[in-house]
Nanobody, 122 residues
Framework: QVQLVESGGGLAQAGGSLSLSCAASGSILSIYDMGWYRQAPGKQRELVAGLSSVGSGNYADSVKGRFTISRDNVKNTIYLQMNSLKPEDTAVYYC????????????????WGQGTQVTISS
């Protein structure tokens, strides 16, 4: 089994900062992409930022220049630093990881964290 445990998030004012982290653990052979999605009430889940194992990253246009994704491959942990936050960043943030588990070394699976609430007040 593979688990993703998120931490961070919470409440901040517009213009403020928050950080998220997500640690993957369990029967992991290798991890490809890791990243973050978010889902606001009444909206579809959208990609916020993703980062490959070799450091190639991508961001949603709405967060470019404000959010920074980073990764610690030794700790199997991914981070999201969120600056200049806006009320429209309010959402539940989910981390994901594309993992090759030791139990199925020929396949990759996408695992999800439990979600963490980010609320930005104006």
């Amino acid at each position: 089994q593979v688990q993703l445990v998120e931490s961070g998030g919470g409440l901040a004012q517009a213009g403020g900062s928050l950080s998220l982290s997500c640690a993957a653990s369990g029967s992991i052979l290798s991890i490809y992409d890791m990243g973050w999605y978010r889902q606001a009430p009444g909206k579809q889940r959208e990609l916020v930022a993703g980062l490959s194992s070799v450091g190639s990253g991508n961001y949603a246009d709405s967060v470019k220049g404000r959010f920074t994704i980073s990764r610690d491959n030794v700790k199997n942990t991914i981070y999201l630093q969120m600056n200049s936050l806006k009320p429209e960043d309010t959402a539940v943030y989910y981390c994901y990881a594309r993992v090759v588990p030791t139990t199925s070394p020929l396949r990759e699976f996408t695992y999800w964290g439990q979600g963490t609430q980010v609320t930005i007040s104006s």
